[in-house]
């Protein structure tokens, strides 16, 4: 196997990894798990596999005092934010809806971009969003009475903070090694939804066994796999490429609700997703835009 066919591999493999996390988590609260005990669960165990791979690999997770902050935004706010919307989305709408409205996110990133970056809006952007947008009317117009608005929000929401970490992340990463990046969104997330549990009494671990094996199927399958899946196949075929490929996850996604849990979205909805992701790839093929200058 040639070094691209093994990168296109292990980004699909990595796609599959994030495209099962609804079903591990409708698992887990079905055990009885809580929004907040399943991600403190999932993020105390991806916390010790990153700090202990850095220890058996003999590299260092120092960081400046002040990125230490920037490091705590990502993890303990923006991450935190994503992961508790995401997660609580599909107890409310479709687990294939809830991973549509999420695959939103390059739409926001090139807003941000626009807003706090000062890039200006290329015309495949502008189109992209067009598409997203429309896209979007599709997914929800026709049976936007029979959808949980609550969840849409939430799964909107999830979109938004993951754009936000995106824009902040791609900053950070140029300072700091990925791995310990990684380490350290980890941590901080633990650190939040732990207080954040304790201060609310959501976290539950008298749990069934069933809960507890998706629990640990949400840290290792879909978050530790994943990740260096997908770091190893951009590695070999490149991000642009790398980004294209994992927009297959919604689609896996949508196929595994349609066989395991029996959920059917109508041919409008669908062809409205599609028309989403295809607004997506045009984000990742359109070309870096100028910034724009500063006002005087």
């Known amino acids: 196997m040639t070094n691209f066919n093994l990168g296109v591999v292990l980004v699909l493999l990595s796609a599959t990894g994030f495209a099962v996390i609804p079903f591990f988590a409708i698992e887990a609260y079905a055990g009885g798990a809580t929004v907040t005990s399943l991600l403190v669960v999932r993020f105390l165990i ?3 596999f990153f700090f202990s791979y850095l220890f058996l690999t003999n ?3 120092i960081v400046q005092d002040g990125q230490i902050k920037h490091l705590f935004l990502l993890g303990g706010v923006l991450y935190t934010i994503m992961s508790t919307c995401y997660f609580a989305s599909v107890k409310y709408i479709p687990a294939s809806l809830a991973v549509l409205l999420l695959y939103l996110y390059p739409v926001f ?3 941000g971009s626009t807003l706090f970056e000062k890039e200006s809006l290329t015309s495949k952007i502008i189109l992209s969003i067009g598409f997203s947008l429309m896209g979007l009317f599709l997914v929800l117009g026709n049976s936007f009475n029979q959808i949980n608005i609550y969840g849409v929000l939430l799964a909107v929401g999830a979109s938004i903070s993951y ?3 995106i824009l902040l992340g ?3 990463v140029k300072q700091i090694p990925v791995m310990i990046t990684s380490a350290y969104v980890s941590l901080f997330a633990f650190t939040s939804l732990f207080i954040i549990g304790l201060a609310t009494g959501n976290l539950y671990f008298n749990l069934t066994p069933g809960a507890w094996a ?3 199927g949400v840290a290792v399958c879909s978050t530790i796999i994943p990740m260096f899946t997908f770091f190893k196949g951009m590695d070999l075929i490149g991000s642009t490429r790398a980004s294209i490929l994992s927009m297959i996850e919604p689609l896996i ?3 595994l609700s349609a066989l395991l849990l029996s959920e059917r979205l109508t041919f409008i909805q669908l062809f409205g997703g599609l028309i989403v992701l295809i607004g997506a790839v045009l984000v990742v093929l359109a070309p870096k835009p100028s910034k724009v200058s500063e006002a005087a």
């Open 109 to 111: 990133v090139a807003v």
């Open 253 to 255: 996604t949508i196929s």
């Open 46 to 48: 991806t916390t010790v």
């Open 163 to 165: 754009s936000s970490y």
């Open 59 to 61: 590299k260092k997770p």
């Open 214 to 216: 998706a629990m640990g």
């Open 170 to 172: 791609n900053k950070v």
